[in-house]
């Protein structure tokens, strides 16, 4: 079975520095075997190549701890290895432990050998001095000596067991222990080879040249161990080091030496970095340590020999190149530990803390206990159209929300939901894991309900009223008070230098049709608010950019036509999943990209209909076109990349279905694809929302209103007042903008599809200098002295909502009034003010009761079918480019594919000739993109997949390399 | 043409062994007494929305980057068709969970009601766990440096609440519940002997099995 991860982080395996442990532990023991000879063992021929084996030695031995230390993602705790690891058999461990033993008895050992030198050091500066001191008579402690010997190597040899050990998940070959040994002793050649060129040439040439084609032979026994790719950079470098010590023996140690050190570094980094997705830079780190060390101990010990007095000239040479080495070193140390020294210039920052549960509820008795640092308020989810109720946990002190999931009693997040009748308090104990209750009544948000970022406080919110400066679009605003604000809105006059600008209250008087307009982005649950202020205005026009797409009811559904890659968000997709998994309902995806919308667990249920972009209402009209009844024939087969009998098909599915079949969409819809999918709907028995209503007609308008508009309205009219808690794309239009509530901060009443009537209510305090809507538009009214806005009728915005609200709760039947219970447990004391000064003493309890619960979902639903003119959406022709010469791709844009990622059918890559993972280039009329090429089968032909930026869906495309 | 290029599996094969017939259900020891917490994913009614990896990164203050679960999202193909495989990722709560074994200073350890846990406050973060782990069901967290991983809302649970994933499914996907309860519905639905581990030659008893993983093959 074949398996293509599309989305999924990789966890971090390995730090890099595991690489550099392994490389300079090898390198440590590799250096004191070569010591050895000459200087436990006095062995004449050896003495030379011994002094640097001890060097080798001594400056990695001492080099491996930090790099040990930098392989801990938290090396401040270090100390945990040794006191918490009783009965612990981790191989990280057993090396914390050896390799402090093993630095010691080297260093001891060396002491021994080099007392003498020690002792014969010459001149009075203060390091001979030291040196005379350290030498502590200059014996040569022979028994000392032979112990030591023993301990470094059997402890050196442990420590390399142990961290072969360690390396265990990553080893290629079960004889990797063997391949790192003998690269280990390469290494150490390799380094005494580079250090003996660095020390001043050649001194015995034979013995080099032994050690370079030993170093060699060495190598190609490595490179048979090793069992890697022949192409792998490790086995290169083994290959030409072997193949160079060889036939030059003598005369290229430099090359040959630097070579067998990268080749016993490579076999390291390779265990390691194909298993980790990071590589930080611990080659560097790894370098900078041993240079400044070898260069340290050069310097300050007499490995190479005991100390003479020198001439001036000689001796200044020496040391200017030791501090060169050493300040390079340094720098490289600083790079590779870079990144752990910020983090702990940060102080290392906390593990995740989780939330504080919202309640306590014993699974034994039931009994509920609340967290009184916390609110959950119940208002409707603001993320997309379908009006989810959510629930958010609110943080009493802090009055931030901590987290939003479903509201238990609305309809569309929980089935079943609770009744109004249910306290909060037992809301609670539904919701817990007593007696399981908890899975039967869960309250759902889909993702984007989930992570609705905490706007409040964000650095980019609007805190003032803004006016213009320069020219419109110029992007350069001044801050203005809401009553010069208002003033100016209303009165007009020369407001900015360009000439007279009539204000409401003079449009109002004009007898104009149409003077004043608001385009609302999308309807919120606030826009009945401004309908009632246009509605006092007179003489104005309200509409709405974008139309939800078709909600139908899918609890009953068993055929249900998908447009989109992935199921439309909650409620139908969890109407989809559950009906679908049950065995209820089969679900034709008709998508370009064959995304989760379809789940190969429930079989059959789901079939895959690849339709090119931007055809989705080619293709409902096309079904309808086929349906009993009706005779219509047309080229949408061809438009739409399917065959006719699918077409066929989808609609004798539909025929035999009637209203158990539906189709719904998942991603944003054009005007008229959104027209025939409710247009299907109907024709299938569902009823929908309205058409969308002609656009607004901005050329007769003397002033306009923009709220919220998420895309660019491009209007132009003498007036124009955006209204958005930040600076957005209708701002470019306008002449002021007016700083808006985020809907956690305001007032709503929505009607939602199936939903009954859900209530929102300003959880969540705004911030100072956020005026809203509502105040802006109340304060001009007020100016303009509009009748529905006196003291006598309104005196405070919020009581507008409020009104409905409590009309809503004395509905037959009446609900009762709430609870002190609820009443805290909701958080309501925050609006308790408003509420009684609107409402009365009696009122407003039965109000808050519909508060607490988020609304009221137990009314009839009065949404009946909506006559749906067919005939003009069915003579609506399908405007889709067809595939040119110049444009071979039609693009498909799909939020929630990976950004980044450019897909294409395997086969059109291959007819490209782009292989996986190369990066692309996608180029369309109206701008390119790049990406990573990813190949899919789940793709249809023809097409190129990204992910939602600034290219729109169904744009004709090619794609280059 | 050849399309193997393009096939790049995850290191540790996380479906492998599970389309060959197995053990209908590996079950864990129930010997304690009180509740031992495990997960039945109905991959079914799984919509790959990601919802619990929203709540779960929400709830438990973890980076957006490197959640403790969500769900992966393969390509698969079934008869030669194209066909989409949702796997929810968390951690599988082992009964021989390797991790602990990994860990030197013993900051990992499984509750007695089998929850397993990473004491963050004990860990040095040197990532023996994670490479131990074969379902890749642990992080060192980019943040604090330490070993992360799910620990089934073990805050919540204690509070006899659910955990946040299992709370926000829309499809109602994850089943929580008590194994050693045999009417709870976790196990309820294990009845059907439809209940399949990842991996499972790992012989690490894991406490979340998968209904529907045999018709990833």
New interface residues.
Partial sequence: ???????????????PWWAAVAFLVGLSVGGFVLALPGRAFGMPRWQRVSRLGLLVALAAGISAPPCMLA?????D??G??Y???E????W??TC?TLMPAYLAALTVFAWTTLRRDLAAAEGRGVLARLQRVASLGGGGAPRLRMLTMFAAGGLGLAMMLGVAA?LR??WNSALLPWHLAVTALAGALGAVLVLDRLAGGVRDAGTMALFARGAAGVLVLGMMLGRESWHSPAVIAEGLAALLALVWPARLGWLVGLLVIAACWLVRWNLVAT?ADWTGPAPLGTAGLLVVLLAGIAALAPVLGPRRAEGTKHALRRRVLLAGAAGVGLAAIGVAFRDMAR?YARG??????????E?????VTGVVTPNVGQYVAHVACPACFFTCGARLRVERASGRV?????NPFHPLSADPALPASVTLRDAFAA????H?S??AH??????RG??LPPLRDDPGRLRTPLKRVGARGGGRWAPIAVETLVREVVEGGDLFGEGQVEGLRALRGAALETPLGVLVGRENGRTAFARFFMHAYGGGAITVQHIAPPVPDLREADFVLVFGS??P??PL??Q???R??AGQMVTVVADAV??????????AQSR?LPIRPGTEGVLARAVMRRMPGRDGTDNAAAICGVAEADIAGLASAFAAHGKRAACVATGPLDAGSAAALQALNALAGHPGPALPAEALATDRLKALLLWGCDTDPAVSVPLVVAIGPFLDVAARHADYVVPDTLPFESWGWHNGPGAGVTTSWPAVAPPGGAVGMERFLFACARAIDLPDFSAETLDDPAAFYVRVIAALAVASPALPEISEDDFALAGLDRIRPVLEASLGERGWRKAAFVLARGGRFDLADDAGPVAQPIEPVLAAAGAVAAPSAAWPFVLAVRAGFRPGVVALH??DA?ALGL??GQAVKVETPAGLQTGRL?????LMHGVVAVSSGALRDALPARVTA | ?S?D???????RGL?RGV?SAGPALPRPAVGEAGPRWGMVI??????????C???C???????????RS?????????DG??????LP?LCQHCAEAPCI???????SRRRRDGIVVVE?????????C???CPY?S????P????A?ACDF?A???D????P?C????????L???DLNDPM??ANRRLATGQGRTLRPEADTLPLVFY???G???
């Fill in positions: 079975m074949n398996l293509t991860l599309l989305d999924l982080a990789q966890p971090v395996g390995w730090t392989a801990l993602a938290r090396p705790r270090v945990l290895l006191a918490r690891a009965g612990s058999s981790s990280l461990a914390a360690e998940p990553a298993d983090r290392a920052e906390a593990a995740p803390r989780a939330l504080a549960p309640a306590r509820v014993d699974p901590l987290r939003i999931t479903g919701l817990s894991r007593r399981e908890g899975l869960r309250a759902t948000l889909c993702v989930a992570v992935t199921l968000d909650q997709g969890r989809i999943a559950e679908r998994a064959l995304g989760p919308a379809d789940n190969v667990a429930v079989g895959w395997a086969e291959a292989r996986n990813e190949l899919r089968l789940g | 043409m399309t290029q393009r096939f790049t599996p995850t290191r479906f389309s109905d991959l079914a009614r799984c919509t790959g929305c990601q919802a990896t929203a709540a990164v929400v709830e438990n203050g973890t980076d957006p980057a490197a959640p969500s769900v992966a999202v393969y390509e698969t193909g079934v068709l194209p066909r989409i495989a949702v990722r074994a990994a860990c030197p200073v013993g900051a963050a406050a004990a860990c040095t973060g040197c990532g023996d994670v490479r131990a890749e642990r992080r060192l967290d943040r604090s440096g330490t992360d809302c805050h919540r649970v509070a006899g609440l659910l946040a299992v709370e926000m499914c829309p499809g109602g996907a089943v929580f519940g709870s519905a209904l529907g993983l018709s990833t093959g």
